[in-house]
């Protein structure tokens, strides 16, 4: 499905298409996340891989917004607020 379409319909929201590590690190950890309900394989490798990824970049945030459940795991390790939104 076309993200931007399925989730930023709404005319006073903004898609973002930036490509970065992070965008790297989910494409690669979990492809077909958008079609398919495969398990994530080794969640706490994949949580230690975001945090080291995302790096430096934490320190700026305030909050860490989660809209899947199962990917709210990846902000354990951070000493952040989830806030976790569940639309479905």
Do not use: W
């Amino acid at each position: 499905p076309n993200r931007c379409e399925t989730l930023y319909m709404h005319r006073g929201l903004i898609c973002d298409e930036e490509q970065d590590d992070i965008t790297e690190l989910f494409r690669r950890r979990i492809p077909h996340s958008a079609t398919s309900k495969d398990p994530i394989e080794e969640i706490d490798s994949f949580a230690d891989e975001f945090v080291r990824v995302a790096g430096a970049r934490l320190n700026t945030v305030d909050i860490f917004l989660c809209t899947v459940a199962y990917l709210c795991l990846l902000a354990e390790p951070i000493d952040l607020p989830i806030l976790g939104y569940f639309g479905h």
